[in-house]
């Protein structure tokens, strides 16, 4: 009997050796989490014995159980790279849907051919829906979806204003004959005639396509309250590609008039032009805002500012991610896109999850449904970028462990021998 007792607690030792072997092989896996086995006596007995004679009858394996206590940090060159810094598992599945979703402290991951940010076996990384904010629309499971860099370039914006603030000087000669424009006129307005303008600015506008398109601004002075007249006024032309446009009301071309400080009075806010007709895209519609920073004053003509909301398409130029799991992505031409936030999901019973390797889970019955929430709330650890979680084994732990696994894996081995030369003993007994 002893040397079968002794049989379960050789298989104990060799098991408890195959679990720190595993943890000390693993040394080196990122978001590995190191496992400790767990025994139980055995004990049989029956109603008619008596409690106190019981022997037992060895060791059984209860459990296999992980540690998910936290790992060192290690620095990454790679932004893609990210380490979860607390409660929490980042959640992967793949990019066809065919797989069940499985999760992981193993934050190592990298772009594929098709854009998808994936793990060393392919499965994307999951994130949660966000606004241009980068805020949460929904932390459903269902709606979860792999993360996805964009093409390699960003959507164009049509410009639909300027905004522009500028000093006319107070001194600048009226033209003479304006506003009066006909053909026969030596003094019509001519973008190619300097004789014809005062002062001009210009600018670069995109249409709905993202193509630039020069936008020029000519300023003619046609009143001064020095003269006969008592105002201060000035035409204003804008030429766009070439194309000088019509304002869609008021005086056509726009006036702007001034008080005798050189205070702007009209007009107090932006003036829209008719719609210019682009080749292939949609009409460019754009008004002209000179704010309340223009003046006209004795110094020189000045630009004060000089702004336009359009830009054109641009490349990607760099991701980032920050704390709280938001993934951003920057393109050349100086916008920004909130692409998703790392879904995150924790476990009533982590110890409950199934290995699937790769340091990679399944929930099963035990550990419970994923219970999803947001990186740096409601308990949920934050997440750092360019970094990863190293295994938590420490190794002088782990090789205390073996010598003792060893220890007693000899001494159930002497037992099992003692047990032999007793029974030989006794087979050998003469009479």
Not at 172 to 198: C, G, K, L, Q, R
Not at 300 to 318: C, E, N
Not at 388 to 394: F, I, Q, R, S
Request: glycine share 10%.
């Amino acid at each position: 009997m002893a040397m079968y007792t002794s049989l379960t607690g050789l298989n104990a030792a060799q098991t408890d050796l195959s679990t720190t072997s595993n943890n000390i092989a693993n040394v080196g896996t990122v978001g590995f989490k190191r496992s400790r086995a767990e025994f139980g006596d055995i004990i049989s007995s029956s109603a008619l014995q008596s409690a106190g004679r019981v022997a037992g009858s060895g060791t059984a394996l209860k459990t296999i159980k992980q540690q998910f206590t936290q790992g060192a940090i290690q620095s990454s060159l790679n932004v893609m790279d990210v380490a979860m810094m607390g409660e929490g598992f980042f959640m992967v599945k793949s990019t066809s849907g065919t797989t069940d979703m499985q999760f992981t402290r193993n934050g190592s991951f990298s772009v594929n051919n098709e854009r998808f940010v994936v793990d060393s076996g392919g499965q994307a990384l999951q994130v949660y829906p966000v606004n241009d904010s980068g805020t949460v629309i929904s932390t459903s499971i269902n709606d979860t979806r792999a993360l996805r860099l964009p093409l390699t370039s960003g959507q164009p914006r049509a410009t639909t204003g300027i905004n522009l603030a500028l000093n006319l000087p107070s001194d600048a000669e009226v033209i003479p004959n304006n506003p009066i424009y006909t053909p026969s006129n030596p003094y019509a307005f001519d973008p190619n005639n300097p004789t014809t303008y005062n002062r001009s600015t210009s600018t670069t506008v995109y249409d709905s396509l993202g193509n630039p398109m020069a936008a020029e601004i000519y300023y003619v002075r046609t009143s001064s309250s020095n003269s006969a007249s008592t105002t201060n006024d000035w035409n204003v032309h804008v030429i766009v590609d070439g194309t000088e446009l019509t304002p869609s009301s008021g005086p056509s071309p726009m006036e702007l008039s001034f008080d005798n400080f050189g205070q702007l009075v009209s007009p107090t806010t932006g003036v829209g032009f008719d719609p210019l007709a682009i080749p292939g895209g949609d009409p460019l519609l754009i008004s002209l805002d000179h704010g309340t920073s223009t003046t006209q004053y004795s110094d020189p003509f000045s630009i004060v500012s000089m702004t336009q909301d359009g830009y054109p398409s641009g490349r990607l130029d760099s991701v980032t991610v920050d704390n709280n799991g938001v993934v951003r992505a920057s393109f050349t031409n100086g916008q920004t896109q909130a692409l998703g936030k790392i879904a995150v999901a924790t476990f009533a019973n982590a110890n409950g999850l199934k290995q699937t390797g790769d340091a990679h889970y399944t929930s099963t019955g035990i550990s419970g449904e994923p219970i999803l929430g947001e990186a740096g709330s409601s308990g949920v650890g934050t997440i750092r970028s360019g970094a990863l979680e190293m295994a938590n084994v420490d190794i002088t732990e782990e090789l205390v462990n073996l010598i003792t696994a060893q220890r007693n894996f000899q001494a159930n081995a002497k037992a099992i021998e003692t047990d032999s030369a007793m029974t030989s003993a006794i087979i050998n007994i003469r009479s």
